[in-house]
């Protein structure tokens, strides 16, 4: 079905990536919007990575403009939304995909500096920005908020502040979900588990010394469905679901894109 986001506006935040092999979670949701109709609004923290997404969308006759900002800093979220509203003349879609773990570790290890900064990007700067948004969608009687998780909410135990931060969202999602249905807003997340992405593949493969060939034949052989990682158009798809007309009677969901991961966790 094409034209499912037909007329909306969308803001992605995050929707630049690390340069890699493959293609990341923001700019597989922003260029999956545009292609079912959406007008996009292209937010990231490097602004030549967030232009990069936008001109792929133009390339391909879909309408996309870049804005550079540090969701961290309360005057650039609430900046992102009133350039939406200005650019776009509205915001129906709003997507929180952030994301850091540089410098994490198991609870007695991580330096206080790095927990500060992954808590500070991947929660409060998720917070900050969707607070800016709700007082717009709360006056234009409605909008979808899609926040993108991870199965770190659940499991792991070597990366304590982003698992934390990661089962904060999730609790921000149902918190806001409930708060703000009366006014027509719904708030889901998607949680992926392994996926392909430079994020994750490239930056594991640094870290650790190894090959990306290595890390992803390493992280294949953990899932369960087809012994094989999914794809940031995975993450994707299910955002889209989300944002969609498709789920105007969900809201408060944490959506597993995991291969099964999760269920074998249990």
């Given at each position: 079905m094409a034209g499912r986001l037909e007329g909306k506006t969308a803001v992605v935040v995050g929707a630049?990536?690390?340069p890699g092999e493959t293609v990341g979670n923001g700019r597989a949701m922003?260029?999956?919007f545009a292609r079912e109709g959406a007008r996009v609004l292209c937010v990231d923290r490097v602004g030549e990575r967030a232009e990069e997404t936008a001109a792929m969308i133009r390339?391909?006759?879909?309408?996309?403009?870049?804005?550079?900002?540090?969701?961290?800093?309360?005057?650039?979220?609430?900046?992102?939304?009133?350039?939406?509203?200005?650019?776009?003349?509205?915001?129906?879609?709003?997507?929180?995909?952030?994301?850091?773990?540089?410098?994490?570790?198991p609870a007695?290890?991580?330096?206080?500096?790095?927990?500060?900064?992954?808590?500070?990007?991947?929660?409060?700067?998720?917070?900050?920005?969707?607070?800016?948004?709700?007082?717009?969608?709360?006056e234009q009687g409605g909008g979808a908020i899609v926040n993108i998780s991870s199965l770190a909410?659940?499991?792991?135990g070597i990366q304590v502040a982003y698992?934390?931060?990661?089962?904060?969202?999730?609790?921000?999602?149902?918190?806001?979900?409930?708060?703000?249905?009366?006014?027509?807003i719904r708030c889901n997340a998607v949680q992926p588990g392994l996926m392909d992405t430079p994020m994750a593949v490239a930056g594991i493969a640094g870290a650790s010394g190894r090959?990306?060939?290595?890390?992803?034949?390493?992280?294949?052989?953990?899932?369960?469905?087809?012994?094989?990682?999914?794809?940031?158009?995975?993450t994707a798809y299910a955002a889209l679901f989300l944002a969609s007309d498709e789920a105007k009677f969900i809201t408060g969901v944490i959506l597993p894109v995991d291969g099964g991961m999760g269920v074998r966790i249990g």
């Open positions: 630049g990536q690390t922003a260029l999956l390339e391909e006759g879909g309408e996309a403009s870049a804005l550079q900002a540090d969701v961290t800093k309360s005057a650039e979220a609430a900046g992102i939304v009133a350039e939406a509203t200005a650019r776009l003349g509205g915001l129906d879609i709003l997507v929180n995909n952030v994301g850091i773990g540089g410098g994490d570790g007695h290890k991580i330096e206080e500096a790095a927990f500060d900064r992954i808590l500070s990007v991947n929660l409060k700067g998720m917070w900050l920005v969707t607070k800016a948004a709700l007082g717009v969608m709360r909410a659940e499991a792991g698992e934390v931060s990661k089962a904060a969202v999730n609790r921000l999602t149902t918190s806001v979900a409930q708060s703000q249905a009366r006014y027509s090959t990306q060939d290595e890390v992803r034949a390493e992280r294949d052989a953990r899932v369960p469905l087809g012994g094989k990682m999914g794809s940031a158009w995975d």
